[in-house]
Nanobody
């Protein structure tokens, strides 16, 4: 059974930083693409970042502010968020997609990030 468990969300002031973590189990973590999406109230789920063996990619709204990394020994992917703005407020979901696929196969339950102005 695949599980993706997020942690690290919370309330932060604008300009601050947070680090999200996603611990994975039940899959061969090192070969999966793993990443983050987010969904704000009343909006569609939005791509944030993805990391594969080929490197990382980012959504336009977070480029230059967020950094994704992973530790294969710990089966964990991280999202380092800097220079947070209120528009970053959302539920952040961890995601995993199989090698060679552009579709997400597994989702975490989400962690809330709230940025106050």
């Amino acid at each position: 059974q695949v599980q993706l468990i997020e942690s690290g969300g919370g309330l932060v002031q604008a300009g601050g930083s947070l680090r999200l973590s996603c611990a994975a189990s039940g899959l061969t973590f090192s070969v999966y693409g793993t990443g983050w999406f987010r969904q704000a109230p009343g909006k569609e789920r939005e791509f944030v970042a993805l990391i594969t063996r080929g490197g990382g990619s980012y959504g336009d709204s977070v480029k230059g502010r967020f950094t994704i990394s992973r530790d294969n020994a710990k089966n964990t992917v991280y999202l380092h968020m800097n220079s947070l703005i209120p528009e970053d407020t959302a539920v952040y979901y961890c995601a995993a997609q199989p090698p060679g696929s552009a579709k997400v196969s597994y989702w975490g339950q989400g962690t809330q990030v709230t940025v106050s102005s």
